[in-house]
């Protein structure tokens, strides 16, 4: 089997892997520009995403081990053959999703950025900051990851509620609604923070009508993927006031060009889309690729982890 690694840590992933599966041809490359001629004969591929003109040379192509959630990169590849395997590293990112949520809340609750910005011009300045003690946040999403979230909002005293199109009994969410309540429970909550998937039906769906329905003094973070918000009615509700400010990992267009509005929307916080990064990711990704990679390599096909159909 030849087995192609296209990954920044692609050095890493082979050294790891070498010693345990001897039998496997391995090539490492960083970008697609160091892949060459091995494209055409890969077997299995582990990356985050590949263009459609490599794919379309993948001839020999029989799985793809994403080292992402979700695969709609892959899976919406023009080229992208329907007997060609693809599985995700779904559940690792709990972690690190959790505590980036929990960076921006408190990071808008204290107006962190702003203390930033006094440090570098030598300015002492103090203000009363919000707590997160008492107060009600919804988790649009009731994964892996949001469930940790919710883990760790309850340590901080908060009400919780999820909205999931999958209703679960977990002893983290105190209420728990379907994705046809999204207005009812965005008028209710403190902080609406986003971590569903983008599938055709969560396409815009925090759309205006649902930014508008939240308090005036409320936070709206995206930390999921760009595609499930409005982006033009969360910079009107930000530049007009009716939220209190809002944080965002994802956007429609990565990376966001410069002269985007949002570089400069009133009272938003943004990261560069590092919410599921770790100094770990390595051997988090190894706990689902190695397992699925020794299953493929018995012969087994339809028990990977994390199949995904397509």
Known sequence: MNLLILDQDAKVYERKLSSKFPQVVMRTAMNEDGIGDFIEK?????????????????????????????????????????????????????????????????????????????????????????????????????????????????????????????????????????????????????????????????????????????????????????ELVDEKALIDVLNSGKIAGAALDVFCQEPLPKGHPFWKTKNLNITPHVGGMSDIYVDQALSVFEENLQRFLSGERQNLINLIAH
């Not at 992208?80 to 980036?100: A, D, N, W």
């Not at 203000?127 to 008492?134: A, N, R, T, V, Y």
């Not at 969410?173 to 429970?185: L, M, R």
Request: glycine share 6%; charged share 25%; with cysteine.
């Open 42 to 226: 890969t077997d299995i591929l582990l990356a985050f995403k590949i263009s459609d003109e490599l794919m379309k040379r993948a001839k020999n192509l029989k799985w793809i081990q994403s080292l992402a959630t979700g695969v709609d990169y892959l899976v919406n590849l023009p080229s992208l053959r329907k007997e060609v395997l693809i599985t995700s590293t779904r559940g690792i990112h709990g972690p690190q999703m959790s505590e980036i949520a929990f960076l921006h809340m408190l990071a808008l609750n204290r107006n962190y950025p702003q203390v930033v910005r006094n440090q570098d011009r030598e300015e002492w300045e103090r203000w009363p900051g919000k707590l997160l003690f008492h107060k009600k946040i919804a988790i649009f999403g009731v994964g892996t990851i949001g469930e940790e979230l919710a883990r760790k909002c309850k340590a901080f005293s908060m009400t919780v509620y999820g909205i999931d199109i999958i209703k679960r009994k977990l002893d983290v969410v105190d209420y728990f609604y379907g994705p046809e309540e999204i207005h009812k429970v965005a008028a209710e909550v403190d902080y609406f923070i986003v971590v569903a998937p983008y599938t055709p039906q969560t396409k815009n769906i925090v759309d205006r009508k649902v930014l508008s329905s939240m308090k005036p003094t409320a936070f709206f973070i995206n930390i999921g993927r760009g």
